[in-house]
């Protein structure tokens, strides 16, 4: 069956530690680089139609080939990825990659673009991702009609598995959760925020604040550089983590994230920043370990937000979402049936579109080579018959097996 040429090598966090996963992409410096590489890839293994999808935990080669694969393909395949794994790695392939065919392929793409193969199950992002690298294959002609088809189907399935399960309910990373809790505290966009820390988890809440309209934004850092680059995003004020203690303009919301292991917001320097405003606060803090002491959690009046909590409550999140799996293979199960037959349907249509061709070589072959000096001999009359009859005859050739084709 034409459906078997669909093949998927994989290798994600499930099955090799993500740092190790880096030995299986292609390695590149530019796309067009990539592209050529791809394209290198395509036509040494006999690929007629590929997609490469890499991410941060996985990395796929989702392929279609008319021609069986060999016994050693994946040890070649690999070998010419990247020519620098062992032997003994090389031989130790079946441990780690796993390779889906036929069927199993595409119930596998299916679950990969629903999320259900995720590390995080239910994030969207692995969809955006596998679009993205669909599109640059076809902008690339490294994909044709059959990958187009499984792709048409592949985003249907997972925008039916998104509309109609909870799949992708309920934020799971910490800064999600932590807005969440903020927003339901119903702050006004016009409120006074504090960032202590311009890492990677304060520059995620400067998004989520710029999002929600905050733009009262006052930034500390112990990079100055740092500090300023998130504050241009922001249209923020910026200062040395040092100013906390004399800072004296207050706040109403306070985000501390910070690699410190020491206390960062004391009792005394809490009482600075609030300057004797004894109006509630808002105050997260999404440091490991805590970056706001604990009498200044338990002496002022605070909506108070930590991370265990926010953790526990990602955790119960997930466990929402892994409930929601069985109803999402129901959902893909449907549509695997449905894309078999649509695409045997399509293979057929392909098959018997060749056939109106076909027929006229035939007659064309016998009027002007198989029957030509017959026909040269016959009267003007005669040989009008002869066209118009060969012409009704590669009419009713071509008609017969077009409506038994649609029968079937």
Not at 115 to 132: A, P, T, W
Not at 285 to 308: A, C, K, R, T, W
Not at 373 to 398: G, H, P, R, T
Request: glycine share 4%.
């Amino acid at each position: 069956m034409m459906i078997d040429n669909f093949h998927i090598i994989t290798l994600t966090h499930q099955t090799i530690n993500v740092d190790q996963i880096g030995h299986f992409v292609v390695k590149h410096q530019t796309k067009d680089d990539l592209k050529d590489k791809l394209t290198q890839v395509k036509k040494q293994f006999d690929i007629d139609e590929i997609v490469y999808l890499s991410t941060c935990n996985r990395v796929s080669y989702i392929f279609y080939r008319e021609n069986e694969l060999e016994e050693n393909y994946l040890k070649q395949f690999f070998h010419s990825i990247n020519p620098e794994l062992s032997e003994d790695r090389l031989n130790k392939l079946s441990n780690f990659v796993r390779l889906h065919s036929g069927i199993k392929a595409i119930n596998h793409l299916f679950e990969l673009s629903a999320s259900i193969d995720s590390l995080v199950v239910g994030e969207r992002e692995i969809f955006r991702q596998y679009r993205e690298s669909y599109d640059q294959s076809v902008q690339w002609s490294l994909a044709g009609d059959h990958l187009r088809m499984l792709d048409k189907y592949t985003v249907t399935t997972a925008k039916e598995i998104y509309a109609n399960t909870k799949i992708g309910e309920k934020p799971l990373s910490i800064v999600s959760l932590a807005i969440k809790s903020m927003l339901n505290i119903n702050p006004d966009p016009s409120q006074r925020v504090l960032l202590v820390g311009a890492g990677e988890t304060n520059r995620l809440v400067g998004k989520f604040l710029k999002k929600y309209n905050f733009t009262d934004i006052t930034i500390f850092n112990r990079s100055l550089d740092n500090a300023k680059e998130l504050s241009s995003t922001l249209g923020a004020k910026a200062y040395h983590i040092s100013e906390l203690s004399n800072y004296a303009e207050g706040f109403d919301i306070l985000v501390v994230c910070t690699g410190s292991t020491e206390t960062i917001i004391s009792t005394d320097i809490y009482s600075q920043l609030i300057n004797r405003d004894e109006s509630k606060k808002i105050v997260i803090d999404l440091s490991v370990p805590h970056n706001v002491d604990e009498d200044v959690q338990n002496g002022f009046d605070m909506h108070y937000v930590n991370i265990e909590e926010l953790r526990t409550l990602a955790e119960q999140n997930l466990e929402h979402r892994k409930n929601e799996i069985g109803l999402a293979k129901k959902i893909i199960k449907g549509r695997l049936f449905e894309f078999q037959k649509v695409y045997q349907q399509r293979q057929i249509e392909k098959a018997f579109g060749k056939i109106p061709q076909e027929m006229k070589a035939i007659k064309e072959r016998a009027v002007n080579t198989v029957y030509s000096k017959q026909i040269e001999s016959l009267d003007d009359d005669a040989k009008a018959l002869v066209i118009e009859m060969m012409n009704y005859m590669e009419k009713k050739c071509v008609s017969v097996p077009m409506k038994v084709a649609k029968e079937i």
